[in-house]
C-alpha cells in the first residue's frame, strides 16, 4: 500500500483548497475596475446602489440612534441651564422695573401732593413753610407724628399744620431741630369749626380711632351727613374756612342732652408724608382815632366903657 493511501489521509481537491492568492488579487482587480467602467460608463450600478442604501438606512439610523440621543440630550440640558440662567435674570430685571414704577408711582405722587402744597401757601395770608413728616411718636395711646422741622427752622408750639387737603393738627412740642404735631383725631385735640351749609358754629373733638366726634350739639341742630365742616377760626390758631372733616352719621337720641355725630377728617391725617406748617396769625392793626386839635385858650376880648 503507497503512503498516499492510507485511510483518512487523501490529499484535498483543488477547488477546496483554492486558488493561489496572486490569482485571487488578479480576479478581483480585474471585477473592481470593469465594475468601475461599467458605472462610470453606463451607470450600471446606480439601482443595486439604492437598493443597498435602502436596506441599510434602518440599520444605519440604529447605529447614529445613540449618538444622536447623546447630542440631543446635551442639547437639551444645556439649553435647560440657559433657560434657567435667563429666567434668573429676567426675574430680577422685572424686580427692579417694578421697584423703579412703585418708586415713580409714590414720586409723582408726592411731587403732586407738593405742588397742592405750594398753591395752597400762596393762598394763604400767613406765612407757611413745608415738612416732611419722619414717623409716628410711641405713645400707642396718642396720635402724635414728628416732622423734620423744629426752633431752628423758626417754628414753635401752637402753630398749625395743614396739608393739601385740610387740617392735620397742630404742634404741640417744639425741638431744635424737630417738632411734636398732634393730630386733630387726638382725644385731647378740641378745634373750633362751622359747618360750611348752614353756618352752624361747634367744637369738633378727636375719637382716637381715626375719627372725629361734634361736641355739645343739640339733638335738633342743624346737621346732615355729608355736611363739611371748616374751621371758624375763633381759637386765633387755625385761620377760618380751612376744612376739617365730612359728617358721616348722626344719631339724635332724644334720651341723651346731645347729638352724637361723627365725622371723619378729609386731609390725610395718617397718610401723607408731607404737611404745611402755618406762620402765626397776625391781628390786623386798628387804624388810629383822629385826634380832636386842643383848643389853646384865646385872649378875651376888653369891653369899651
Same mark, same amino acid.
Given at each position: 500500500m503507497s503512503a498516499t493511501g492510507h485511510i483518512g489521509h487523501t490529499p484535498p481537491p483543488f477547488f477546496k483548497r483554492g486558488p493561489a492568492p496572486l490569482a485571487r488579487l488578479a480576479f478581483f482587480v480585474t471585477l473592481a475596475l470593469l465594475l468601475l467602467v461599467a458605472d462610470?460608463?453606463?451607470?450600471?450600478?446606480? $439601482?443595486? %446602489? /439604492?437598493? !443597498?442604501?435602502? #436596506?441599510?438606512?434602518?440599520?444605519?439610523k440604529a447605529v447614529l440612534l445613540p449618538v444622536e440621543g447623546a447630542g440631543e440630550a446635551g442639547n437639551y440640558f444645556s439649553n435647560l441651564a440657559s433657560l434657567q440662567q435667563e429666567n434668573v435674570e429676567l426675574r430680577q430685571r422685572q424686580l427692579a422695573q417694578a421697584n423703579l414704577l412703585l418708586r415713580q408711582a409714590h414720586l409723582e405722587?408726592? &411731587?403732586?401732593?407738593?405742588?397742592?402744597?405750594?398753591? /395752597?401757601?400762596?393762598?394763604?395770608? $400767613?406765612?407757611? %413753610?413745608?415738612?416732611e413728616i419722619l414717623y409716628a411718636a410711641r405713645d400707642p395711646f396718642a396720635r402724635r407724628v414728628i416732622i423734620d422741622r423744629g426752633l431752628t427752622?423758626?417754628?414753635?408750639?401752637?402753630?398749625? !399744620?395743614?396739608?393739601?387737603?385740610? #387740617? $392735620?393738627?397742630?404742634?404741640?412740642r417744639a425741638f431744635p431741630l424737630t417738632s411734636e404735631v398732634t393730630l386733630l383725631t387726638d382725644k385731647n385735640q378740641l378745634i373750633p369749626v362751622q359747618v360750611a351749609r348752614s353756618g352752624l358754629r361747634a367744637v369738633v373733638a378727636g375719637a382716637g380711632s381715626g375719627a372725629m366726634e361734634l361736641k355739645f350739639l343739640p339733638a335738633n341742630a342743624d346737621v346732615q351727613p355729608d355736611d363739611t365742616l371748616v374751621t371758624s377760626g375763633l381759637d386765633g390758631i387755625y385761620l377760618p374756612g380751612l376744612p376739617v372733616a365730612k359728617v358721616i352719621s348722626i344719631d339724635r &337720641? &332724644?334720651?341723651f342732652s346731645f347729638a352724637r355725630i361723627e365725622a371723619m377728617p378729609l386731609a390725610g391725617v395718617e397718610r401723607h408724608g408731607q404737611v404745611l406748617v402755618l406762620g402765626r396769625r397776625i391781628a390786623p392793626e386798628l387804624p388810629e382815632e383822629p385826634k380832636e386839635p386842643v383848643k389853646k385858650p384865646g385872649k378875651g376880648k376888653r369891653t369899651a366903657k
Open positions: 462610470l460608463r453606463f451607470r450600471t450600478l446606480e $439601482v443595486a %446602489r /439604492m437598493a !443597498v442604501a435602502t #436596506v441599510l438606512w434602518p440599520l444605519q405722587d408726592e &411731587n403732586r401732593r407738593l405742588r397742592a402744597l405750594l398753591a /395752597m401757601q400762596e393762598r394763604l395770608a $400767613v406765612p407757611a %413753610r413745608a415738612a427752622h423758626g417754628l414753635e408750639t401752637g402753630q398749625a !399744620v395743614i396739608d393739601d387737603l385740610g #387740617v $392735620v393738627g397742630q404742634i404741640t &337720641n &332724644n334720651s
